[in-house]
T-cell receptor, first 109, second 118 residues
Framework: KQEVTQIPAALSVPEGENLVLNCSFT??????LQWFRQDPGKGLTSLLL?????REQTSGRLNASLDKSSGRSTLYIAASQPGDSATYLC????????FGAGTRLFVKA | DAGVIQSPRHEVTEMGQEVTLRCKPI?????LFWYRQTMMRGLELLIY????????DSGMPEDRFSAKMPNASFSTLKIQPSEPRDSAVYFC????????????????FGPGTRLTVL
């Protein structure tokens, strides 16, 4: 059974800092990995999707990497801003999608 | 594109009542997912459909829960009878799945329905 773990559960950083969020999964037989952002009381917003054949994807200040063999993905956020404060979730799978519990990020102005 | 549309956005009901949640997926998407999110259990997949057909409902907690997708543009999740422990945010999501390949595209989520059962 696939299990997805996100570390740390919560993170507080000063504005401008570069940071890395981690996601690990137990079954490497995945088709893709997707990173989402969720603001309090809101739905999930897709940030990046990495297909299993890819190693990374970039969008603006965000860069996501995928290492299937080790069961890991990282989300790198460059020059963090207070507006980046949210919960970040990773989701692995293909036909079915399994979510991690998320990392709650707070960027201090 | 309007995105995934869910209604109602908030629902407050009393224990024992029937609750129906509605979802309109993004036009052109052929896969639809229902999730439930709580503080204790996080985001859980309840059921998903492909081309209007339920593929996996193993996440549906009990027989009190049922879901239908009568056509490509509409799905419902029904709880009958509702119980206080059903209180949660219910999300609907959709994506395009190219069957016969191993390429699965991005999922897009609706804003959710916050259900409170008193």
């Amino acid at each position: 059974k696939q299990e997805v773990t996100q570390i740390p559960a919560a993170l507080s950083v000063p504005e401008g800092e570069n940071l890395v969020l981690n996601c690990s999964f137990t079954d490497s037989a995945i088709y893709n990995l997707q990173w989402f952002r969720q603001d309090p009381g809101k739905g999930l917003t897709s940030l990046l999707l990495i297909q299993s054949s890819q190693r990374e994807q970039t969008s603006g200040r965000l860069n996501a990497s995928l290492d299937k063999s080790s069961g890991r993905s990282t989300l790198y956020i460059a020059a963090s801003q207070p507006g980046d404060s949210a919960t970040y979730l990773c989701a692995v799978g293909g036909f079915k999608t399994i979510f991690g519990a998320g990392t709650r990020l707070f960027v201090k102005a | 594109d309007a995105g995934v549309i869910q209604s109602p956005r908030h629902e407050v009901t009393e224990m024992g009542q029937e609750v129906t949640l509605r979802c309109k997926p993004i036009s052109g998407h052929n896969s639809l997912f229902w999730y439930r999110q709580t503080m204790m259990r996080g985001l859980e997949l309840l059921i998903y459909f492909n081309n209007n057909v339920p593929i996996d409902d193993s996440g549906m907690p009990e027989d009190r829960f049922s879901a239908k997708m009568p056509n490509a543009s509409f799905s419902t999740l029904k709880i009958q009878p509702s119980e206080p422990r059903d209180s949660a945010v219910y999300f609907c999501a959709s994506r395009f799945t190219r069957l016969g390949t191993e390429v699965y595209n991005e999922q897009f989520f609706g804003p959710g329905t916050r259900l409170t059962v008193l």
